[in-house]
């Protein structure tokens, strides 16, 4: 499958995997936006949040869940972070693979634009 992430999943594009499970994996995003900027992934090709089904509920819910210990693991939950999933092209989504943004380490735009 032509899909980067796919790719990084299926270990064919060397990449520092920071957590790993039987669903999601995450690692450092490689055009960072804030001393931290991960990206938090499901295994699963789900192309855009907008196709995820409702059975893909619990696995949505578990990027959270993973978001969070991360967010820890770095040092910024104390402090603040955002979480962010762009969705197709208007919502700035230019990998075609669901992913949430995990950002944090200085102080972010109040805006979302
Ligand atoms: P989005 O715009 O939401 O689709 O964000 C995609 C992000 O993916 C973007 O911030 C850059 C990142 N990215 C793209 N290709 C790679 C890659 O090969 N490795 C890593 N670590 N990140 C990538």
Known sequence: MDCIFCKIIAGEIPTE?????KEIIAFRDI???APVHLLIVPRKHIPSLDQMEESDAALVGRMVVIANKLAKDEGVDQKGYRLAINCGAEGGQLVPHLHMHLLGGRKLSDRLS
């Open 17 to 21: 995997i920071l957590y790993q499970d």
């Open 31 to 33: 055009k960072p936006l």
